[in-house]
């Protein structure tokens, strides 16, 4: 398959589409059996220069996704999730190769909790995302969703904190050790989970709260063939009206 062609039939016409509700009236679209040929994008994925972000806090690699699959990718969400997600128009997207890969003790106080991948103070924007995975070993974790046991002020005090104090400091105010959220904590509550399944794509609204579900972290590889590798979307959307 040439992934650089937009218009090569990348997505599968015919396949499996559930929920999972969230709290508050929101809901995770699952979508199974999402490619034609996942293990192509895998092959093809092992081709990619992977690097870590400049700009923003993952956990591990990133690649540019091929351009043909990224440019058909808006047409797939808007048929198959955009209204689910009370969106109505896409006016921006973004997609990528990821990989999970960095040990439990590395971590930044950002990453050892869930989080909200944006949230615009315009009430008529929404940012969406999707997480597409693409290997086999569900141990790898899927993802998981929570909403905050505390008040908006003191959710958002512990996010801001999370990115400007030191390990020490974070663990000292909050009682967190590095590593990967694997659940409830006293901070925030996990309400569902999403496990992984080969070639099986969530979608979401980025703004609620979510984690890689990384219960194994001794799994994770920085091999495109063996990693917890992901296709990921980001979609900024009108809000549907109510």
Same mark, same amino acid.
């Given at each position: ?12 016409? $015919? ?19 999402? /490619?034609?040929?996942? $293990? ?6 092992? !081709?990619?220069?992977? #690097? ?12 540019? $996704? ?12 808007? #048929? ?12 921006? =997207? ?18 050892? #909790? ?12 929404? &940012? ?5 995975? /693409?290997?086999?070993?569900?141990? /790898? ?8 046991? !505390? ?13 400007? /104090? ?29 496990? $992984? ?11 609620? &709260? =979510? ?30 009206? #109510?």
């Amino acid at each position: 398959m040439n992934w650089d062609d937009g218009n090569a039939l990348f997505f599968n016409p $015919a396949p499996t589409i559930s929920t999972v509700p969230l709290p508050g009236g929101f809901e995770v679209v699952v979508i199974d059996d999402v /490619l034609l040929d996942p $293990a192509g994008l895998v092959e093809r994925a092992r !081709q990619s220069n992977f #690097q870590r972000p400049r700009y923003f806090f993952y956990p591990g690699l990133i690649a540019e $996704a091929p351009a043909g699959l990224t440019a058909r990718f808006a047409d797939y969400f808007a #048929q198959r999730a955009r209204t689910r997600l009370q969106a109505r128009r896409t006016l921006s =997207h973004d997609v990528r190769l990821s990989m999970v890969t960095t040990p439990p003790s590395q971590l930044d106080p950002r990453q050892w #909790q869930c989080h909200r991948d944006e949230v615009s103070r315009d009430p008529s924007i929404m &940012f969406a995302a999707s997480v597409l995975y /693409l290997f086999r070993d569900p141990a /790898l974790g899927g993802t998981s969703f929570y909403v905050p046991r !505390q008040s908006e002020e003191a959710t958002d005090r512990i996010v801001n904190d999370s990115a400007s /104090l030191s390990p020490e400091e974070f663990t000292a105010r909050y009682g967190l050790a590095s590593g990967y959220m694997n659940g409830s904590n006293p901070y925030f509550e996990c309400v569902a989970r999403v496990p $992984a399944a080969w070639n099986r794509m969530i979608l979401y609204d980025a703004g609620f &709260f =979510h984690s890689g579900d990384i219960g194994r972290p001794d799994l994770l590889t920085s091999d495109p063939a063996t990693a917890r590798l992901t296709l990921n979307g980001f979609f900024t959307c009108r809000r549907r009206a #109510q």
